[in-house]
């Protein structure tokens, strides 16, 4: 009776939440049948092949994280666009979540540099278009199959202020390369004012032991362009290895 009771009240919350438009959320409901969850895992399986095959020959790039909601008079815009720009002249590609705002002004400094623009879109329920500053982008359903290829191509991270999604998907970069599931690639934060409640919070980590002090030499925190690509390169210059080529397949989606 609970257990019913229970799911009777979230399934009828989330159908009156206007938040989710009216539409249940699915998996409120519990365990779904075996071939609906097979199905589930299937479309995963297509979206990573997609992005793998889109994504494949882009070479090493730099991701730029930030938020949608600036428009390119705002000095965040100017900002990303800036450093982009002199992070592509390092020969990286520059990758964003293929939106407007800061992924825009990443994408557009490294079209206006020559660098390799990439993006990774999120279907959302309100349209998100690809910005026009893009050599090469693939459409994702899941945030996560996103987040994966975000993190798969890079060489290191450009944070610039932003929503929940920007401190998520920065705190994601720390976390895999603090437990060493990623290499120790560099993550810049810029906005030094923006970010200051977050490293408040990395400072009380600190002194309640709860990250190790060495944690600290993965973060570079500037409002300065060009210290941020010095410390790119100063980090990145050891996992400068030959890498392989390989011909691209068009039967695979490869061009």
Known sequence: MPANFGGHFFMNASSQNPRNGGLDVAYLEGPHGRFYELGFLFRVFVEFLKAYRRLHFIGPCITVFGSARFGEDHEYYQLAQKTSARIGQLGFGIMTGGGPGIMEAANRGAKETGAYSIGVNIKLPFEQKPNPYLDRWVEIRYF????????????????????????????????????????????????????????????????MKTISPEDDDMLCITDDPGEAVRFIEEKVRPFATRRRKYKPLWWLGEK
């Open 144 to 207: 996560f199959v996103r987040k994966v290829m975000l993190f798969k191509y890079s060489f290191g991270f450009v944070i610039l202020p932003g929503g929940f999604g920007t401190i998520d998907e920065m705190y994601e970069a720390l976390t895999l390369i603090q437990t060493k599931k990623m290499p120790w690639f560099p993550v810049v934060l810029m906005g030094k004012e923006y970010w200051q409640s977050n490293l408040d919070q990395i400072a009380l980590m600190h002194k």
